[in-house]
């Protein structure tokens, strides 16, 4: 049971650049999120997924899409990369059923935008 | 609206010490509250939680009560260690347009000196 996994642990990306930040849970939760963590700053929610086909935004989502098409995989996607992407990025999942509301964390995406 | 505001880091303290790291939030109904931590490099794990009013959570040393009256949920160790160095989030889950989303605190960086 490996949890949460995300893909990669770290990247650069030069402004106008693309790329896709990978999640996958193996816990068969229903609900997943991305979040950023800007330096000195607690986490923002981007986009979050109650359920496969199913997606909506969060506090911060401009610039960012996300797809769920499998209940495992929730990947983000940054289109044209700017400077003010620059953050870690963490993707988590949740299961109500019997739940207080705690969230699973992945270790997390580095990303700079030079 | 629903928000956590956290004691101002970072907090650096002799190993043994005793440890208080504030959080106060504010939201309608009554949400479940968590202490997330985050040790270097990582992502964010759970450390307790408390889903009502005079719970509480407690893990590894650690201890939070949720004091409804006061709308708090201090986090406090009685001897920290040095491998109690890390990131601390204070956080609340509640039930935002039929979603269950957490809400954090910026963060209170503690640093253990031996």
């Known amino acids: 049971n490996a949890g949460v996994t995300q893909t990669p642990k770290f990247r650069i990306l030069k402004i106008g650049q693309s790329m896709t930040l990978q999640c996958t849970q193996d816990?068969?939760?229903?609900?997943m999120y991305w979040y950023r963590q800007d330096p000195g700053m607690g986490l923002k929610l981007i986009y979050y997924?109650?359920?496969?086909?199913?997606?909506d935004k969060g506090e911060v989502p401009n610039g960012y899409n996300v797809s769920r098409s499998t209940t495992e995989d929730f990947p983000l996607r940054l289109e044209l990369a700017a400077p003010s992407q620059t953050s870690v990025y963490f993707c988590?999942?949740?299961?109500?059923?019997?739940?207080?509301?705690?969230?699973?964390f992945g270790p997390g995406t580095r990303l700079t935008v030079t | 609206g629903n928000s956590v505001t956290q004691m101002e880091g970072p907090v650096t303290l002799s190993e043994e010490a005793f440890l208080t790291i504030n959080c106060t939030y504010t939201?309608?109904?009554?949400?479940?509250l968590f202490w997330y931590v985050q040790y270097p490099g990582e992502g964010l794990q759970l450390l307790l939680k408390?889903?009502?009013?005079?719970d509480k959570g407690s893990n590894k040393g650690f201890e939070a009560t949720y004091r409804k009256e006061t709308t708090s949920f201090h986090l406090e160790k009685g001897s920290v260690q040095v491998s109690d160095s890390a990131v601390y989030f204070c956080?609340?889950?509640?039930?935002?347009?039929?979603?269950?989303?957490?809400?954090f605190g910026q963060g209170t960086r503690l640093t253990i000196n031996p």
């Open positions: 939201a309608t109904g009554y949400p479940s």
């Open positions: 816990m068969n939760h229903n609900y």
């Open positions: 997924s109650v359920g496969a086909g199913i997606t």
């Open positions: 408390a889903t009502k009013a005079d």
């Open positions: 988590a999942s949740f299961l109500p059923r019997g739940s207080s509301g705690e969230q699973y």
């Open positions: 956080a609340l889950s509640h039930l935002i347009q039929g979603a269950q989303k957490l809400v």
